[in-house]
């Protein structure tokens, strides 16, 4: 059974930075395609960043340039860079898994994914 177990949220000012972890049990990050979705209150699950095995990394047009999707093939781990934290970012952030890989038109879309985290919170305030 797939488990995806993400960390690392919590609160920070605006302009600081964050780094989120997901860990799968019963899953290989290297292999398919994984992406990072938030949720802000009273608003839709939206895409921030997907990566595949082989294209280039996909960023929704509000984080690129501070946010950055890697993962890590040896201790089997995906990560979110967050820097220059804004106050519109505050969210829960949810790590997402497909059961292979996904056409990159659809990579940020929640329907193209089958596995979710339980979410950790975000907070940006000052």
């Known amino acids: 059974q797939v488990q995806l177990v993400e960390s690392g949220g919590g609160s920070v000012q605006p302009g600081g930075s964050l780094r989120l972890s997901c860990a799968p049990s019963?899953?290989?990050?290297?292999?398919?395609?994984m992406a990072w979705f938030r949720q802000a209150s009273g608003k839709d699950r939206e895409g921030v960043a997907a990566?595949?095995?082989?294209?280039?990394?996909q960023y929704a047009n509000s984080v690129k340039g501070r946010f950055t999707i890697s993962r890590d093939n040896t201790k089997n781990t995906l990560y979110l860079q967050m820097n220059s934290l804004r106050p519109e970012d505050t969210a829960m952030y949810y790590c997402?898994?497909?059961?292979?890989?996904?056409?990159?038109?659809?990579?940020?879309?929640?329907?193209?994914?089958?596995?979710w985290g339980q979410g950790t919170q975000v907070t940006v305030s000052s």
């Open positions: 997402a898994a497909a059961e292979t890989r996904v056409a990159w038109w659809s990579r940020m879309y929640r329907s193209s994914y089958k596995y």
């Open positions: 019963g899953y290989t990050v290297s292999s398919v395609s």
């Open positions: 990566i595949d095995r082989d294209d280039p990394s």
